[in-house]
């Protein structure tokens, strides 16, 4: 299970006195018992892998942010946080297959404007969510409605 192989990597990063890796690590932690006591149960692997969905989101906008008030060495940090999580995400789609799955929902949707781009979104996420950056799917589903 995925919360056990974050649990060793913990320990291994306390062992190789790595801080990086160990920071973001109980941050992750944190966010999963957070989400354990908003579901009241114990989280499965779907729910582990929405969390870092989120926090590696957070990462990049907060590596942005940091990058235009010139402060580089505070994005370097957040892209290493990035990388720790990455770790534990499934592969993630290329571009090419997330071309395919958003041509085969419109067709399954029957939509041909932008006004159908919620239904479009509604048939993707489900098979997206986690194995894609849902920028680039969203980005992707307008292109192909355009």
């Known amino acids: 299970m995925l ?3 974050i649990t060793d990597d913990m320990k291994a990063a306390m062992k190789a006195k790595d801080s990086l890796a160990l920071g973001a690590i109980r941050m992750l932690r944190s966010a999963i018992k957070d989400k354990e006591i908003e579901l009241g149960r114990a989280a499965e ?7 870092i969905s989120k926090l590696i ?9 940091y990058v235009d008030a010139n402060r580089p060495e505070l994005a370097e940090k957040e892209n290493a946080e990035i990388k720790v999580l990455e770790v534990y995400m499934p592969e993630q789609m290329s571009d090419a297959e997330i071309q395919a799955m958003v041509e085969a929902a419109i067709a399954e949707a029957g939509a041909s404007s932008m006004k159908d781009m919620g239904n ?4 993707v996420r489900p098979k997206a969510q986690g194995n894609a950056d849902m920028g680039k799917v969203s980005a992707a589903v307008k292109a192909a409605l355009q």
Do not use: F, L
């Not at 692997?45 to 969390?51: C, H, P, R, Y």
């Not at 989101?57 to 942010?65: G, L, N, V």
């Open 3 to 5: 919360t056990q192989q």
């Open 57 to 65: 989101k957070q990462r990049k906008d907060s590596a942005t942010q």
């Open 45 to 51: 692997d779907t729910d582990v892998i929405a969390v």
């Open 120 to 123: 479009v979104m509604g048939i």
